[in-house]
């Protein structure tokens, strides 16, 4: 049970009021809503106000006609409670904000429904609007072969319809500012049903069923949504113990929610810690600003900015989100690929591919801003500490013309380019390319250290290829002590025998990344 509810009473003319849920004497079903705040001001609880709302909240007091909207929806649907993050959690008191943000995973799971204001853009607008219904409902034809055994209620045969239903619900959900919202990822996919208040229609979604207005009784069509819903509600129970499967679901929620859009920048890892409970619960493996502890850690380290992204940046060090090693440092979509064993080693026509891991890692760690209330939440710091062979390569930035998104690219060369866009064959060989997290951190020319990660091993005819190898790691800079690094992006490597890298053991160290 949400710590708090709103209490609609027993009739419509009932006064709404704040209730502790110890307060009841059983478990109670309740909504919830999912809406857009945007920079309208509606009603919100605070210490001041918190006792007056127990006795009562005016409706005119909540100036927001979604809020209104929210409680009418649910004593429509015969529900007393419901539950609103601005009313239920105390916005101007700290430590309950980071105690109930927490509790998200199992306030939206445990919901009878979720009311989701899918076209509004703050509390203005509402759930509901004016429309057309002959332009929703399709146009029936009556049909004499409908089967007189059917489990059905008796239904025309043919239905003429305007559009179909992945028009209606990319028009109705995609399109709307609600589906762009960070925060509410975690709410789509995590409540067991939804009904979504578009422009035109309302647009049904559970674990087992997908309609709307226009198809009452559903389409073929399966958005995405149904199908990342599937995996957080069965999938994690069908493939657990399955560590790979499971880092892949995790990756296709990572990129679902980075390109999303937060208010506040610094809700980075609060908004995304309902989604992480969840996957912890079946992956018992320790949460790491967004990544997690286990034996594919490697691969979770090697995420990028999807090229053609919103570009990288860095919060200042005066609102430290994560450390740089983790994806929750920058803002962009993430791609964060997570290699299946049968992928790991691979051939192709008289060639095979084995991928080896380059380092140790020695020790990592976070350091939670609340870890006893949010031991998924934000943190205050973090260190990665990593045993390997770091190399020293030229990076020159590639022209903004070359390529779309080339603004996060940059290519690798042996050693100095003496003359920048010229041919350098002879001064320098160009081994790879890299992918920057925030370019503006990083020189336009310049040497940047390179730690490499995973080596992909090229066998010739069943026999290795001397010193062949493609070389995949983390691009770094010097900051602070001896031998204490920041990641600023990663790096791919041609098949290469550059002399820049040996399997040397007196070649590796040990570094720190924050």
Not at 77 to 87: A, E, F, K, P, T
Not at 408 to 432: F, V
Request: glycine residues 6%; hydrophobic residues 35%.
């Amino acid at each position: 049970m949400p710590t708090r509810l709103i209490d609609l009473g027993v009739s419509q003319e009932s006064q709404p009021r704040l209730v502790h849920s110890c307060h009841l004497k059983q478990r109670v079903p309740y909504c919830t809503l999912s809406h857009c705040w945007g920079t309208y001001r509606h009603a919100q609880v605070s210490k001041a106000s918190l006792a007056s709302f127990a006795v009562g909240i005016p409706v005119e007091a909540l100036h927001s006609n979604t809020f209104q909207h929210a409680i009418t929806i649910t004593r429509q649907l015969g529900v007393r409670y419901l539950w609103i993050d601005s009313l239920c959690i105390v916005q101007d008191d700290h430590e309950d904000w980071i105690r109930e943000s927490a509790l998200m995973s199992k306030v939206y799971s445990r919901s009878l429904c979720t009311i989701a204001a899918a076209h509004a853009i703050d509390g203005r607008e509402g759930c509901f609007s004016q429309r057309d219904p002959l332009v929703v409902f399709p146009v029936l034809v009556p049909s004499p072969f409908q089967a007189s055994n059917s489990c059905r209620p008796r239904r025309p045969l043919f239905a003429i319809h305007c559009e179909k239903m992945n028009s209606i619900y990319e028009s109705q959900v995609r399109s709307g500012p609600l589906y762009t919202r960070g925060w509410v990822v975690q709410e789509r996919l995590i409540s067991p049903r939804t009904l979504f208040f578009g422009k035109e229609q309302v647009v049904w979604h559970c674990k087992s069923h997908f309609a709307c207005e226009a198809f009452p009784y559903g389409e073929d069509y399966v958005p995405l949504e149904r199908d990342a819903r599937k995996s957080v509600h069965r999938e994690l129970v069908r493939i657990e113990g399955d560590r790979v499967e499971l880092l892949q679901q995790w990756s296709a929620v990572v990129r679902t929610y980075t390109s999303s859009k937060l208010t506040t920048p610094g809700d980075k890892l609060v908004a995304l810690q309902a989604l992480a409970t969840l996957f912890q619960n079946h992956t018992k493996d320790q949460y790491l600003a967004g990544l997690w502890l286990n034996p594919d850690l490697v691969w979770q380290l090697l995420w990028s900015i999807e090229p053609g992204s919103t570009q990288g940046q860095r919060p200042s060090d005066s609102s430290y989100r994560a450390p740089s090693w983790s994806w929750a440092s920058v803002d962009g979509m993430i791609e964060m690929k997570i290699p299946s064993l049968a992928e790991r080693r691979h051939s192709e026509v008289g060639m095979t591919y084995d991928q080896d891991v380059l380092i140790d890692i020695e020790d990592v760690w976070t350091i939670k801003e609340n870890a006893k209330a949010a031991p998924n939440g934000p943190v205050t710091g973090g260190i990665l500490r990593i045993r390997g062979q770091v190399f020293s390569a030229w990076m020159t930035r590639v022209s903004e013309d070359d390529l779309l998104g080339a603004v996060h690219e940059a290519e690798l060369y042996d050693k100095k380019l003496t003359h920048p866009g010229e041919d350098s064959a002879e001064q320098a060989r160009e081994i790879g390319m890299c992918l920057l997290d925030a370019p503006s951190e990083c020189p336009a020319d310049g040497f940047v250290d390179c730690l490499p990660i995973i080596g992909h091993k090229l066998f010739r005819n069943g026999r290795a290829g001397r010193g062949e190898w493609s070389l995949r790691g983390l691009l770094l800079l010097p900051r602070g002590p001896a031998n204490t690094f920041v990641r600023v992006g990663m790096f791919l490597t041609n098949i290469t025998s550059s002399p820049v890298w040996s399997q040397h053991p007196s070649d590796r160290q040990t570094i720190e990344i924050v």
